[in-house]
Structure formats: structure tokens, C-alpha cells
């Protein structure tokens, strides 16, 4: 079974532009959540997609936003990029419905902010 | 506000000895708990988790103990190897809601 995968995993951007990442979840999967990985503040939750629904969301500025596919993949956007934005974007998986327990991460996406 | 909070950066232990990693968290509506590890260059990996209605659970070499009435969980390697070398982060969830809270990670050294 093929695991999360993650693209671009490398991204070098500059201020003021925009970003979109892609997660595709495992096969059979339906909810999506987005974590941003800094070394001050380790992992944060942004957002948490079930079946097209955002249905949680973190205390992250307008900036960051998401969406879900019929087929289960997410996207991730975050316009008007600032410096502080430069992180590692991890997207995870988990299986289930409302109640999810373990969530599988994919390698992310190292993006940096010039 | 840090909920989760893992409050040694790092840990070095020989092999074959026990690794304790320890978490605290501050918010008594967490009813699940789960440590994954984290290589360079990788997503974290799911390691063990435990509902807070048990106060221990065991999967071979590893075991997560949970307190609830000190709100600290710790996870048990036995016997340490060197390939457990990574970064350990413990997280936890909320009740009725599916993100987690991540504590900021204890980087574990296995020396041979």
C-alpha cells in the first residue's frame, strides 16, 4: 500500500508571492490534516479536511488555506508568503471517520521564503 | 501555548540499556495519546498510542505509560538500539476533535 506522498518537496519562493502544495493520502483515507514544522515551535495544526469538508481548524492567519478533492487529495495554499512562513509542511492521513486515531505523515515539503 | 510539552531536547543512552522519554501536557480533555518518530528528511512515523481509559500499553520493545493524574505519559524503549536514534515527538488529541498537539520532540542517541 503505497503511503502519503507529498509534492513539491522542495520549494524556494519569495516574499509576497503565493504557494500550493499538494498531499496525495493513502488509498482509502478520507480525512487530510496539514501541520507546519518550524524548530522554534515544532509541529502546528493548520487545517483537517474530511470528505471535501474542512471540519478543524488552527489559529493560522487567512493566508493558509486548503481544500480537499472527490478523490481524497489536498491542497494547500498559503498567498502573500512572509519570511516567518519557511517551515517544513507535513501532510498526514488517517483512516476512519470522525474519530481518528493514528494519522500517517508524509515526508513534506520544505519551503523557503526569500 | 504550549498543551504538550516534552522538556528534555535530547537523550543518550547505550545500547541495550532502556530509553525513558517523558511528556507533560496541561489540557484534561486529551483522551489520546501517541508517539511517532521523526528521521532527517522524513515525515514522522506512528509509534505506539494509548487511549487515556488505559494507563499502559506495550508493543514489543516499546511501552507508553500514561498518568492522567499527573497528566504525564512516558514511552519505554527495552533494549535500546542504535536504529531507534531519531527525534520522538509525543502528541496528543482532543476530544471530539481529530488534530493533534505535538510536543516539541527529545532527540534520542542510541551509542553502540
Known amino acids: 500500500k503505497a503511503g502519503v506522498t507529498q509534492t513539491p518537496r522542495y520549494l524556494i519562493k519569495t516574499r509576497g508571492q503565493q504557494v500550493t502544495l499538494s498531499c496525495s493520502p493513502i488509498s482509502g483515507h478520507r480525512s487530510v490534516s496539514w501541520y507546519q514544522q518550524t524548530p522554534g515551535q515544532g509541529l502546528q495544526f493548520l487545517f483537517e479536511?474530511?470528505?471535501?469538508?474542512?471540519?478543524n481548524k488552527g489559529n493560522f492567519p487567512g493566508r493558509f488555506s486548503g481544500r480537499q478533492f472527490s478523490n481524497s487529495r489536498s491542497e494547500m495554499n498559503v498567498s502573500t508568503l512572509e519570511l516567518g512562513d519557511s517551515a517544513l509542511y507535513l501532510c498526514?492521513?488517517?483512516?476512519?471517520?470522525?474519530?481518528?486515531?493514528?494519522?500517517?505523515f508524509g515526508p513534506g515539503t520544505r519551503l523557503t521564503v526569500t | 501555548d504550549q498543551q504538550v510539552k516534552q522538556n528534555s531536547p535530547s537523550l543518550s543512552v547505550q545500547e541495550g540499556r532502556i530509553s525513558i522519554l517523558n511528556c507533560d501536557y496541561t489540557?484534561?480533555?486529551?483522551?489520546?495519546f501517541l508517539w511517532y518518530k521523526k528521521y532527517p528528511a522524513e515525515g514522522p512515523t506512528f509509534l505506539i498510542s494509548i487511549s487515556s481509559i488505559k494507563d499502559k500499553n506495550e508493543d514489543g520493545r516499546f511501552t507508553v505509560f500514561l498518568n492522567k493524574s499527573a497528566k504525564h505519559l512516558s514511552l519505554h524503549i527495552v533494549p535500546s538500539q542504535p536504529g531507534d536514534s531519531a527525534v520522538y515527538f509525543c502528541?496528543?488529541?482532543?476530544?471530539?476533535?481529530?488534530?493533534?498537539?505535538f510536543g516539541t520532540g527529545t532527540r534520542l542517541t542510541v551509542i553502540p
Open positions: 502528541a496528543a488529541r482532543q476530544t471530539g476533535a481529530n488534530n493533534l498537539f
Open positions: 489540557n484534561s480533555m486529551f483522551d489520546y
Open positions: 498526514a492521513s488517517g483512516s476512519a471517520g470522525w474519530a481518528v486515531s493514528e494519522q500517517y
Open positions: 479536511y474530511f470528505s471535501e469538508t474542512q471540519r
